[in-house]
């Protein structure tokens, strides 16, 4: 379980977030859905350590990210934007060193790569060295990375930027198992039809400010329209709104 | 500790991986900078030696009017080519061939007879050195010439001959074999020490603000590891290549000096294995200082090309304090020996001349080094904690 109270965070005069407070819950999906520049990845980065709030608080699986960050870290797996990975290891010894950097034996990295690499369909690059990988294979090497040491949370930054529509699915599939396995999934997106497709619960964010928190049905009622594009718009945006068709 | 060896063993792998960055760091610093100043030395020892000891080629104008003056010079290997030119000509001849040519005027013989000082000149393009080397022997051996005839007319005038000596300089040389060749072998120490730094470089750059632009640092300081272990790792890493540069470079200097054979010309460049082994010793200490100073401001910048321009200066500091060295003369003292790199300079210095340092001074080199190393290790580390790293 992922819990946000209150955070702030100011670079300089910018104000990019003022006051996220947040919840995402074990054997859920949760969408973090907003327009680019309204603080997702803002969020994300601080809830997975690697920016510090100016205020606020929060929580992974009850670990302060704040007090005991590796205690939190170790809690979770995380998919940064980009997927960024090492260009002269293969795709399984990218994912077999970040298993040896989360304490894993030798044995065991070994045989969550494998099995990840089955999972996630990777065999054909799987010992190839990451300079020349695709998008999706980039992709797919970052998630496995970051589910070698079975984190119960999973945080991912726009996981589907970049990727063509089979990679986009094998995607999905896995996020839903996860889900049905009681992982506890924090994901950001701009793309609406992927967070209807995916989200058992929205988080709205605009301008640094959590708008709403809700389910896909609630949010559609609570805009008091029949589509989310139309719900996210008016939520973000009362008057903009009207100029739509 | 463990996450320590995992980042340096990682990071350790990928460098052996990159073959390209690989034959700069480990081929082209190591082994072509020793051959390149192999040759260099190789080329100035046989110049100057042949200028001071061989034999002198000299072209004379009108021999034939100081036949006792040549038959002198030749006694000390000159070799005489003897040519019918007037003034104008031996100066033309002078331009093309850069001399020396000795012109005999017509009045030498008279006036030598007269007991009335004879004229005599010398030609040469003194902005050659190796001309201005003969005409050096050139002139003590005419100075020579002259003294012995000055010492006959006195002998034939009934004086004492030792009425001319008033003074009785001896300049005694101090200097060994060994210390005659650290002289020409001085640029050596500079270009281990450099050496050695550079090849540090790519993997420190490529491990911090590569890392960074190919967005693997993010994730990275997502793993349940403090991250000053990261960055110890990643320092061990380029401890490690320094010390694998600085293995290759020395051994290589010691196969090129062998091979160049400067006993034969009557130096003996003291670097057998003792002294080898000494100098890797010595200049150990500066490695992690010089790896976490690399790899902080590397850390600091914003992007990989960033980095290479401000490491690529930050490296010129460490050479500076030997270049202050050599220009002043400077040497060892124990408050110099607290200066890293000057005082890996004065040990390898000293090594080459065979007159190995106190163990004390070599304890400060040593133990300042190390701490500095330390410090900045741990400014490396505060930096990697800090959020500012992500650019």
Redesign the interface.
């Known amino acids: 379980m992922i819990e946000a109270r209150a955070l702030i965070k100011r670079f300089g005069t910018l104000t990019a977030l003022d006051g996220v407070s947040l919840r995402a819950a074990d054997g859920r999906i949760t969408g973090l859905l907003g327009p680019n520049g309204a603080g997702k990845s803002t969020t994300l980065?601080i809830l997975?350590?690697?920016?510090?709030p100016d205020g606020g608080e929060a929580w992974i699986d009850g670990a302060s990210v704040l007090a005991h960050s590796?205690?939190a870290?170790?809690r979770?797996g995380?998919?940064?934007?980009?997927?960024?990975?090492?260009?002269?290891?293969t795709a399984r010894e990218n994912i077999e060193?970040?298993g040896?950097?989360?304490?894993l034996a030798r044995a065991v990295r070994r045989a969550r790569a494998a099995q990840l690499i089955a999972r996630l369909e990777m065999q054909p690059f799987a010992d190839r060295?990451a300079k020349g990988f695709s998008q999706g294979e980039r992709v797919k090497t970052?998630l496995a990375?970051?589910l070698v040491h079975q984190p119960r949370n999973l945080l991912l930054d726009e996981p589907t930027s970049g990727l063509d529509v089979m990679a986009v699915r094998t995607l999905r599939r896995l996020l839903g198992e996860l889900r049905d396995e009681g992982h506890c999934i924090l994901f950001s997106s701009h793309v609406m039809q992927e967070v209807a497709a995916l989200c058992d619960e929205v988080i709205v964010i605009a301008g640094g400010r959590v708008v709403v928190q809700a389910g896909p049905d609630e949010l559609k009622a609570r805009a008091g329209t029949a589509s989310l594009e139309e719900a996210f718009v008016r939520l973000i945006d009362p008057n903009g709104a009207q100029d739509g068709p | 500790m463990k996450s320590i060896w995992r980042v340096f063993r990682k990071e350790l792998r990928e460098t052996l991986r990159d073959r390209r960055s690989l034959v700069t760091t480990l081929i082209i610093g190591p082994l072509l900078m020793p051959a390149l100043i192999g040759a260099v030395i190789f080329m100035a020892i046989r110049h100057s030696g042949v200028a001071n000891t061989g034999p002198i080629r000299l072209t004379v104008a009108h021999a034939g009017r100081a036949p006792q003056l040549l038959d002198f010079l030749r006694q000390y290997q000159v070799r005489v080519r003897p040519v019918e030119a007037d003034r104008a000509r031996a100066r033309r001849l002078v331009e093309r061939e850069h001399g020396p040519l000795l012109y005999v005027p017509r009045d030498f013989g008279a006036r030598l007879a007269a007991g009335k000082p004879a004229p005599l000149r010398l030609y040469a393009d003194e902005s050659n050195r190796a001309v201005q080397g003969k005409v050096e022997r050139l002139s003590t051996l005419l100075g020579l010439y002259g003294g012995t005839i000055a010492r006959l007319r006195l002998v034939a005038r009934g004086l004492d001959p030792q009425l001319l000596a008033p003074i009785a300089l001896h300049s005694i040389d101090t200097s060994t074999p060994q210390s005659r060749a650290a002289l020409t072998l001085g640029m050596l120490s500079y270009a281990i020490l450099f050496t050695m730094l550079m090849s540090g470089l790519y993997i420190a750059i490529d491990t911090t603000a590569g890392e960074r632009e190919r967005g693997s640092l993010e994730p990275l300081l997502t793993v349940p590891v403090k991250r000053e272990h990261l960055v110890y790792g990643k320092m061990l890493a380029a401890c490690v290549v320094m010390l694998v540069s600085l293995l290759l470079t020395v051994a290589a200097f010691a196969v090129t000096l062998r091979h160049i054979g400067l006993a034969r010309l009557g130096m003996s460049a003291n670097f057998g294995p003792g002294v080898a082994a000494g100098i890797v010793l010595g200049c150990l200490p500066l490695i992690p200082a010089g790896a976490a100073l690399m790899i902080l401001v590397a850390s600091y910048t914003r992007s990989y090309r960033e980095a290479q321009t401000y490491v690529g200066l930050v490296l010129l500091v460490p050479t500076l304090p030997l270049i202050f060295a050599s220009i002043l003369g400077l040497q060892p003292r124990a408050a110099l020996m607290a200066v890293p790199s000057l005082s890996q300079h004065f040990i390898i210095m000293s090594l080459l001349r065979g007159q190995p340092l106190p163990g004390g001074y070599v304890a400060i080199s040593a133990g300042v080094s190390l701490a500095l190393g330390a410090v900045l290790g741990y400014l490396a580390g505060r930096l990697y904690r800090r959020e500012r790293l992500l650019g």
């Open positions: 980065r997975y350590t690697v920016l510090r590796l205690e870290r170790r979770m995380v998919l940064p934007h980009g997927a960024g990975v090492y260009p002269n290891l060193y970040f040896a950097l989360h304490g060295a970052a990375r970051a």
